[in-house]
């Protein structure tokens, strides 16, 4: 790739584009010059636009007609053409991510030197998610599992079904919410699970279009556990929260270290449940304690 002004491709002005050529050998491709460059911070489902503008050099050393492969790896892929004299023309390009980073890459089909130029590249967001979801919390209480999520924008939703599962491969409908359709504004739902499972259970979100388009939530893990159980902490190992289930006559919690030193560490109480901020402690095992006119002790692990 080469980057100058245009001038000394044969535009005018001083403005700066890039050059895909086939360089030096006709006979190989080996050195040819290529357009390149990774891309972050794409959403999975979205449609997204690539623009950019694109002219044949003008040059009596350039083929009569150029072309270049212009690829988004791994997701789809154009040809671009171009034939006489210096003209800047606008290409617009289609493509749906498969994960959250991609690379750009324009490949000559020419083993000549001097070649296609390129300038304006840009990429929006041609189709965004149906729903933007903000969040999606599932947590125990004394006889339930409370649900809540909240949109910042919703598009031709129609309806969430609430799902569960207790092994993450059988999933069934618990609840369902009605949809908004269309909105641009922040909305808050909620729902309940009366008859949760004992132990470990799985939640998420299943959002339906009104086409019958659907799309799913990540999945969220519940422990719950009836009055008079053991006490449990989940997620277990833990990265960045820590949850108990406490019943009422639990008046606080401590963690401590393995050499039963207290360890400093924020919280909240949500319903029934103590949620503890462990992202900053050190990775490794500590004890979880209930103080109050009844105890319980577990132990967790840090990641």
């Given at each position: 790739?080469?980057?100058?002004?245009?001038?000394?491709?044969?535009?005018?002005?001083?403005?700066?584009?890039?050059?895909?050529?086939?360089?030096?050998d006709?006979?190989?491709?080996?050195?040819?010059?290529?357009?390149?460059?990774?891309?972050t911070?794409?959403?999975?489902?979205?449609v997204?636009?690539?623009?950019?503008?694109?002219?044949?050099?003008?040059s009596?050393?350039?083929?009569?007609?150029?072309?270049?492969?212009?690829?988004?790896?791994?997701?789809a892929?154009?040809?671009?053409t171009?034939?006489?004299?210096?003209?800047?023309?606008?290409?617009?390009?289609?493509?749906?991510?498969?994960?959250?980073?991609?690379?750009?890459?324009?490949?000559p089909?020419?083993?000549t030197?001097?070649?296609?130029?390129f300038?304006?590249?840009?990429i929006?967001?041609?189709?965004?998610?149906?729903?933007?979801?903000?969040?999606?919390e599932?947590?125990?209480?004394?006889?339930?599992?409370?649900l809540?999520?909240?949109?910042?924008?919703?598009?031709?939703?129609?309806?969430?079904?609430v799902?569960?599962?207790?092994?993450?491969e059988?999933?069934?409908?618990?609840?369902?919410?009605?949809?908004?359709?269309?909105?641009?504004?922040?909305?808050?739902?909620?729902?309940?699970?009366?008859?949760?499972?004992?132990?470990t259970?799985?939640?998420?979100?299943?959002?339906?279009?009104?086409?019958?388009?659907?799309?799913?939530?990540?999945?969220r893990?519940v422990q719950?556990?009836?009055?008079?159980?053991d006490?449990?902490?989940?997620?277990?190992?833990?990265?960045?929260r820590?949850?108990?289930?406490?019943d009422?006559p639990?008046?606080?919690?401590e963690?401590f270290?393995?050499?039963?030193?207290p360890?400093?560490?924020a919280?909240?109480?949500?319903?029934?449940?103590?949620?503890?901020?462990?992202?900053?402690?050190?990775?490794?095992?500590?004890?979880?304690?209930?103080?109050?006119?009844?105890?319980?002790?577990?132990?967790?692990?840090k990641?």
């Amino acid at each position: 790739m080469e980057v100058n002004s245009a001038s000394v491709y044969g535009g005018t002005g001083s403005n700066k584009v890039a050059e895909v050529d086939g360089h030096l050998d006709p006979n190989s491709t080996a050195d040819d010059r290529l357009l390149c460059q990774t891309i972050t911070g794409f959403t999975v489902g979205a449609v997204y636009l690539l623009e950019f503008d694109a002219t044949r050099r003008n040059s009596s050393s350039t083929p009569t007609s150029v072309s270049v492969t212009v690829e988004m790896v791994g997701v789809a892929s154009t040809t671009v053409t171009r034939t006489g004299g210096w003209n800047m023309v606008r290409e617009r390009f289609l493509f749906a991510p498969s994960a959250t980073s991609h690379e750009l890459r324009i490949t000559p089909n020419f083993t000549t030197s001097f070649g296609m130029l390129f300038d304006n590249f840009s990429i929006s967001v041609a189709s965004p998610l149906p729903v933007e979801l903000l969040r999606f919390e599932a947590w125990p209480g004394a006889d339930r599992v409370d649900l809540e999520w909240a949109t910042a924008t919703e598009r031709n939703n129609a309806v969430f079904v609430v799902e569960r599962s207790a092994d993450l491969e059988a999933w069934e409908p618990i609840s369902e919410v009605e949809g908004a359709g269309n909105s641009q504004t922040m909305i808050t739902y909620g729902t309940t699970d009366q008859q949760p499972l004992h132990g470990t259970s799985y939640y998420r979100l299943k959002q339906i279009d009104h086409d019958g388009t659907e799309e799913l939530s990540q999945v969220r893990q519940v422990q719950f556990v009836r009055k008079g159980q053991d006490l449990v902490a989940w997620p277990n190992p833990a990265t960045d929260r820590l949850q108990v289930q406490v019943d009422t006559p639990y008046s606080s919690a401590e963690v401590f270290n393995v050499l039963g030193q207290p360890v400093a560490v924020a919280r909240e109480l949500v319903g029934n449940v103590i949620v503890f901020d462990v992202g900053a402690l050190t990775s490794g095992s500590y004890y979880l304690r209930t103080v109050g006119t009844r105890s319980g002790t577990t132990s967790f692990v840090k990641e």
